[in-house]
């Protein structure tokens, strides 16, 4: 029956109303694509089935996506009474033992991922029954907190193929408003209070299209909804055709009343082939309605909707190639002006807006263009649809207000990245559209900000990326997405962006020169000032965006021949190797052990890592955390092998000899003078390679021994002493000079530029930050690195009974385990969650082992003394977790309330920092922290003078630093010598290259550790490395990602 | 139904203006999942253009190809998000089990192997199609078990 | 109507130009050039290749000036740093994949990209080549080779080929780096819609569409001792050959051209302009027993090759409307071995005959099988002829001759003029105008108001059948029969008319088609460029050439005469029907499919 007054439509809407809020049990399953895939067909026909079987009555129907795509399949389950039920991934094993409960009655033991108890339609509003207890809203939900459902107010609830469900919620009465007041002029001036923007790219202005083209006199008019979303990772636009049709449809009509088109034509890319189904079935009833065809509610307003399907060609997307594929011809663009609004399809006005577009346009008519425009910005006003997708923990379809700052979107909602990885940057815009790095995730996702950071908003595709991401490859990757879709008609898309890509494989082959960055960034400069259309204009920006803010990485693949993400195949060797700081070639002496053939294992350890036994205690292993052996069961304890290896070596006695055949390897004297000023780890790594590199290098250090923070920072029960003396005795037997206890001056550093060739400044990071707190001067105040110190050195610093440790660092628990061993009671403090400390999570484990406790979310406020002036306590605020900062942490927010804690002692751990007024006295550039300023490549700061380590990066991991001062090395002697030698010290060995078929070993093995109880009674090492057997096991586990397929034949 | 049938019948339901082109060679490429040269000459008499405007269009869309595909079309989706979760593995797990790289057809015609763009499977990648089916959250392993079903 | 002025401002300076010229005419208007490559005028507005590129004050991005039209108050830059570097390196990315073999190239010192590169200063040519695809050679066409490495895809041919020719035969097939030129399936020209007119290869701002090459052979003819070589020059040739030598367009330089021809070493330099007459009087007189015998009507010219094969593939039903005449070039060719051997006594297996044409498709029509009618002549009278002769041998284009002069060493700027040899030197002006679009239709007139009448036109100049017009009509009384004729030039004009013919609706007797817009002038193997400018200094040429003959109607070439006294008898004689004329049939496109 067609529907032709306001009347007759309310009407409709009360009997549509009965059908989502029947009298019985409604059940509608999540249907859209999304949740196909998930099995949604089998859930609902497992709900058929579990109501034959139970003689249950329910009205069984199908619904769209409400957005939360990891968890479908979802469904909406409302019994007469109660709130709506939400359920998460339900299987078809679930369907009965839902409806089992429902019949017994018991519905509060049901277990639905969300409850809804009213919901708006905006132009229609549905109450539900009153809230459970226990069952979260649905805007309780992480992922759902802070949206805004205008857009996709429909999805998710009512059934898509039902017109009168659509009516239901108030559906097309807002096109018979505007039909039946027939003030076109009223409505566009709605839409231009609403401020409503394009959705689909450039963001423009709705009403001002709408009015140029109503403006024209030039009949027949055209209205086209872009639905060729192919921006890779956006899906949004599939969602809202699968999901709720017809709100785009009446968003076509609306428009055609108002620009006085005739005719409108979806073109829908083929790859949503439920969407074409969804739109064929909704145009065909909104015709059976009478909302389109002839003379449309009696008001003499023709309008007719035909659908058309893409073929395949992202080009498509821009306005005026989906024009010419729309008249059959290839999807060629063509220069604009003339604007599709002057000179459309077949010449004549056309109004091209996207999904999203039309699907605003009944809403604004319903609540008024001001309403609208009360979400989001001034100049970006209303919702957008983002699919967040990528390295998140929470993927799917995401509305929220413009002006909502990326860092919400991404770690609020998104979760942050999976397993507790870093992400680095996020994409906007599809292939148009630019990286943007985590330091600019404060910038609020609207139309002017994406592009002040040089992305668009695009359709709202938002791609996350993680620390696996190089962003080369991103690049490289948008780069030959454009290339193979750039339509071929004009020059600088289809000849320029392949030699964009062209370049970018060379830097991913390693064969980059750094010419090629400039060569790049003029080319692309050219391909946006004269590409014809969009895709070629907006080309370049995901390249642009990645030089503009990933520099560095691009520099590492061109100068260092490295790929840090270890993506590039050419330019790392295995995913462990890769992340750990000094490469080692692991699965190399995994494979060596495994031939018994351990000296050679050694060798290889050594030549990477000067300090194995040292650093195989104390590492991070940053290897482990991309270890795919992962996926299986649980990564390979690479670093406890190397450490069995290095200790087992000492303890057969092998040293010595395998000394000597290192210092034959020591090539030809240079001649060349060098003084490393520093002999911590970053000090001891550089002078060990410049010294097989023939130079003559001496290593000055203030302390009596050297080793730096590995000896007078770390503990004894982590790093026993004999075990570092035995490491720095190895490199001085290589032919390494010490000055120890000298503390230089700067006077000092002056004379020995003079002297040396080179001066490398590895003076680390070890002053204590202050807190910052009154009190901070009392007596019982200790600094935690200082607190070490005293330790290491012999001295006993005098700490009460009950101490407090303010921190969450390794300083912070080596502090906090070294206080327990002197019998004190101690409590680390921290401002965040254990999750995110930022100390090793064994070291973690082991201080609470060893009883250890722990207070989270404090900050201190005032360490506190009692009259007599004696440290009593401190007072700590509350803090409660707040928003996410751009680091992905929870950022402690204080509750205003505060707490005091009794105390005798307090270390204060809360970060380290250079020895600043030393550095500037040295007469050396330094950088906002203070840290000595040295260039990533040439570790130079003024001539012949070097700088790497924590000196360099502030305080970071000891092997980071050595990882500083090998690169450190090579780029001395190059510098000195003129040329690259490195090779002429390394050799590697033959070993067995087979992937293992079956991966062997089973899980991981045990670490051996000594006692709780043993432990605090003194300094002996907790944990007692691998044994024999175990360290082959665990080598036996290895999956050899180095073998490449070209190895094995 | 014979393709001049096939054709004629395409052209009747949609109309022979310019515009009806590719309509009549999706209808086409669904019957007989790819454009002969002889469909092509027909098309272009069927609506009075030249054969080089119908291959013209032929060989812009990806979608209409002019090649004879296999029985079973297996579409990867070639989508960075895809590519982030490990496509590529997917890939050399099932070139090694059909023998063929990626844009190949097995030599007895059972299985296409080709890359798509983004089907929208971006929370649950890789994602691939056979034929219609969507598989989703693939690993070789998984990815090589869903081609046996068609073997 | 008087066009509206808009005030612009171009490089700071300020301008009153009309409303509706493009950035880039306001710019010429204004005495700045402006590059481009692919833009025609009239014809392509692709815009594709992004060197016409200028600085507009307020928009985003460079702007392509070929198809941006002026408006109040915009101020252009045409000489900024950032237009250069654009021009630049979309210059070096299509050279970057562009093969370096200018010297071997047809197109030497002719290529548009060639030029542009030198005139932009463009001498760091560091992309690397990176289109992977070859493509060979497409040779297949007796008149055209398409060479797709050279191709930078501006498209012009595909926009010439379907916007004025209406042939369709290329279409940019693929997409991306993939894009190139196609045929259908790649097939080659000769098995496509092609009609071998090289409007294609005018336009082409490369070497990627040329000409096939016979200067070797005909070299080689003149060089063999013993062969008698003699050649035939069109009346379009004089029009245009002196722009190769620097001559202005439009100087007529017909001596010129017999002189030089004589001193390349050529036994006899004879007209093409000689046969022209000859095929009116027949073409009249066909047209005459066509409309008192209620023949098949209109009667439609049949001596642009072109047009024949387009006639063949696209209106197979018409053939018979078409003239049984050959063109002149194969009268020449057939008389050449028979009249003219006999007459002079020369072993028609020792003479060559070598055409100048203005026309690449003439190289396809002497190479149809049904144009050997010597050896058929003297077959009959019993002698044989080596195998594959053919009545003409050699068909060079104007550009060919120009490359031969050159070679020769010849001055052809200080050349005096000389006169053709006899028999086949003598012509009339109405045999000088078949170089132009219309020209066939004026001297037809001429020739059949004479035979009908008795005497001649009052006026010889018809100007109604004259000019650029894509369709143009006329009616003259003939003793009280109205002849209405039309005339069209370009295949997409011809088509039109032939849409209408088809469907009986044609009120003509008599229609003139020619492939080439202009008409022979404006022919493929003209040299370049011919704009439509250059294509109208031409006709000029051709007219003023027939004013200054004195004898300026077919009838009264006394060499013709003299041809039918000892030869052909009459007009559609029985010597005439087998020397002169033919009969075409339909061409099946794409057989198998």
Redesign the interface.
Known sequence: MKIKSIGQIKKAQLRGLEKLRPDNIRIAVGMS??G???GAEEVFLGFEKALKRLSMEAFLTRTGCFGY??EEPLVNILIPGFPLLVFSRVTPDDTLEILKKIKKGQVTSLKPFFQVTGWDHHTGRIAYGKKLDGIPLWDEIPFFRGQVKNVMRNCGIINPLDIEEYIGVGGYRPLLEVLKTSDPEETLKQIKESGLRGRGGAGFPVWLKWHLIRENNDTPKYIICNADE??????MN?NELEGDPHMVIEGMIIGGFVTGASEGIIYCR????LAVEHLNEAVSQARRRGFLGKNIAGTGFDFEISL???????VCGAETALIS???????WPSPRPPYPSESGLYGKPTCINNVETFANIPMIVSVGGREFAKTGTGKSSGTKVF?L???VKN??LVELPLGTPIRKLIYDIGGGAPGGKKIKAV?TGGPSGGCIPVSEFNSPIDYESLAALGSIMGSGGV?I?DQD?CMVD?AN??TE?TTS?S?GKCVPCREGLSHVLDMLEKIKRGEGKMKLLDELAQLNSVICDTALCGLGQTGPNPVMTTIKYFLREYEEHIREGFCDAGVCEELFSTPCGNSCPVHMNIPGYLQLLLEERIEEAFELIVMDNPLPSSIGRICHFHCKMRCRREDIDAPVAQGEVHRYIADAIAEKGLLKEFTEKIKSRRLKSTGKKIAVIGAGPAGLTAAFYLNLLGNRVRVYDAREEPGGILRWGIPAHRLPREVLAREVEFIASTGVKFSAGRDLSAKDIAGLREKNDAVLMATGAYASRALGVPGEELKGVIAGTRFLEDIASGRKPEIGGKVLVIGGGNVAIDAARTARRLGSEVTVVYRRSREQMPANASEIEDAAAEKVKFLFWRSPEEILADKKGLLKGLRVSLNEPGEYDLSGRIRPVATGKSVEIPADTVISAIGETVDREFLASCGLDTDKWGNIAADPFTFENKKGVYAAGDAVTGPGTAVEAMSQAKKAAFAIDAALSGKDRRSGIFRKPDYENRVPEKPRGGGPVKVRKLSTQARVKGFEEVSKGLGPDQARREARRCLRCDVRISDGE | MSPEDLISRSAEKHGR???????I??DIVRENSYLS??A??SVARELD?????????A??????DTKPLGKNIIRIC????C??HGQDEVIRAIEDRLKIKLGETTPDGEFSFLP??????????P?MLIN?R?Y?SLTPETAVRAVEEYI | MTQKQLRIKINGDTYLMYEGQSVLEACRSAGINIPNLCYLEGVSRRASCGICVVEIEGARTLVRSCVTPIREGIEIFTNTGRVRKARHTNIKLLLANHPRNCLECDKNRQCELQKLSDDLDVRDTSYPKIRKKHYDIDASSPSLTRDHEKCILCARCVEVCSQVQS?????????GMEAHV????NKGLDA??CVNCGQCLLVCPTGALMAKHETGSVWKAIDEPGRHVVVQAAPAIRAAIGEEFGFEAGMPLTGTLAAALRKMGFDRVFDTQFTADLTIIEEGNELISRIKNKGVLPLITSCSPGWIRFAETFFPKLLPNLSTCKSPQQMFGTLAKTYYAEKMNIDPSKITVVSVMPCTAKKFEARRPEMNSAAEYWRNKGRRLPGGTRDVDSVITTRELADMIRESGIDFARLTGEKFDEPFGISTGAGTIFGATGGVMEAALRTAYAELTGKSLKDLNLKAVRGMGGVREASVDINGLTLKVAVAHGLKNAREVMEQVSKGKSPYHFIEIMTCPGGCIGGGGQPVPATTDVREKRIKAVYSEDESMPLRESHKNPAVIALYDEFLKEPLSGVSHSMLHTEYSRRD??PG?
């Open positions: 694509t999304c196909a895939g998930m795509c990891a192919g921006d890779p990772g956006a899906y599939r083929a790859e949503y082939p058309i399907e893409g073929a395949g060609a992202f594929s729309v008249e059959g011809h290839p999807g699919s997708v990528g390295k993927t799917g994409q791609v990326m991401n991103v990757y948008f997405f879709e339509c | 203006e310019r515009k009806n082109l590719i309509p060679l999706q040269e002889e092509m000459v253009i030249s054969p080089a405007e119908v291959y013209g269009v060989t812009f869309y990806s979608f209409l070639k989508t960075i998000i590519y982030m798509t763009n983004c089907i929208g499977h971006c929370h649950k990648g994602a219609d969507v989703s | 042939v369709d035969a290329i279409e940019i097939a693929e997409r196609s045929t259908f399936f496509s819609e496109l794409y499919i």
